[in-house]
């Protein structure tokens, strides 16, 4: 029923950018809360932001706040992770998910959709 699909990781310097993407399909993407997740290897998954229906909002994880910003463009049905000044420890898989609950949570369980997605490798 719906689809995301996440690209833009790849591997990169310490203090480099990187703009991930998330494509949706199969329903509304303007109905919903996007966020985006990552899992370091051996960690569990973090939350790592998410933005509003309408984009006017965002919450992000203390650990990339400053650093990281989350947009998105409905017409497109796009969800974007602007990633500036990466450390070595924002290595991780990203994953870009829907949520569907109305909670103030960001638990994994609040979100029904995930993409398969997107390797973030930075070096020293």
């Known amino acids: 029923q719906v689809q995301l699909v996440e690209s833009g990781g790849g591997l990169v310097q310490a203090g480099a950018s990187l703009r991930l993407s998330c494509a949706a399909s199969g329903d509304t993407f303007n109905s919903y809360t996007m966020g985006w997740f990552r899992q370091a290897p051996g960690k569990e998954l973090e939350f790592v932001g998410c933005i509003t229906r309408s984009g006017r909002s965002t919450y992000y994880a203390d650990s990339v706040k400053g650093r990281f910003t989350i947009s998105r463009d409905n017409a497109k049905n796009t969800v974007y992770l602007q990633m500036n000044n990466l450390k070595p420890e924002d290595t991780a898989v990203y994953y870009c998910?829907?949520?569907?609950?109305?909670?103030?949570?960001?638990?994994?369980?609040?979100?029904?959709?995930w993409g398969q997605g997107t390797q973030v490798t930075v070096s020293s």
């Open positions: 998910a829907r949520k569907f609950t109305s909670s103030t949570y960001y638990d994994r369980r609040e979100f029904d959709y």
